[in-house]
């Protein structure tokens, strides 16, 4: 996508970032929910 510099890396690891802690509290609602 014609990056410059590294604000495409940053920007993608950002991203990467958030969806990591969405996946992993939806993950811990689910085991918590499966416990109760």
Known sequence: MGR????GTGFEA???FIIGLAAIGAGISIYFTGMN
Request: glycine share 28%; aromatic share 14%; net charge neutral.
């Open 14 to 16: 950002f991203m990467i």
């Open 4 to 7: 410059i510099g590294n604000g």
